[in-house]
């Protein structure tokens, strides 16, 4: 599976942005999906997580009832709605799949990953 991550940029706090995840390769509709994002000086930290069928999410204190993870897997896309964004959400974001079918919260637990894309939260 090739992930590939878009959709970040700079932006105002309390503003909006919408990341997304295109797959190709093998069949992605069959993987758990997840975001994770890394901070200058900091180690690679869990976002949000998402099941193969979409029906089950999973989120990190820090950004639930901010950010929403979900999926279409006819477009073998994955997306991260981030809305009320904050300074601290500033890293640069990365996508990630596994064949799983339970949700990791950790990087051990993704078997592929995107490039990242740059998520800038300032004023």
């Known amino acids: 599976v090739q992930l590939q991550a878009c959709g970040g940029g700079l932006v105002q706090p309390r503003d909006s942005l919408r990341l997304s995840c295109a797959a190709s390769g093998r069949t992605f509709s069959s993987y758990a999906a997840g975001w994770f994002r890394q901070a200058p000086g900091k180690e690679r930290e869990f976002v949000a997580a998402?099941?193969?069928?979409?029906?089950?999410?999973n989120y990190a204190e820090s950004v639930k009832g901010r950010f929403t993870i979900s999926r279409d897997n006819a477009k073998n896309t994955v997306y991260l709605q981030m809305n009320s964004l904050k300074p601290e959400d500033t890293a640069v974001y990365y996508c990630?799949?596994?064949?799983?079918?339970?949700?990791?919260?950790?990087?051990?637990?993704?078997?592929?990953w995107g490039q990242g894309t740059v998520v800038t939260v300032s004023s």
């Open positions: 998402i099941s193969w069928s979409g029906g089950r999410t």
């Open positions: 990630a799949a596994g064949e799983r079918s339970y949700l990791p919260a950790y990087t051990a637990g993704y078997d592929y």
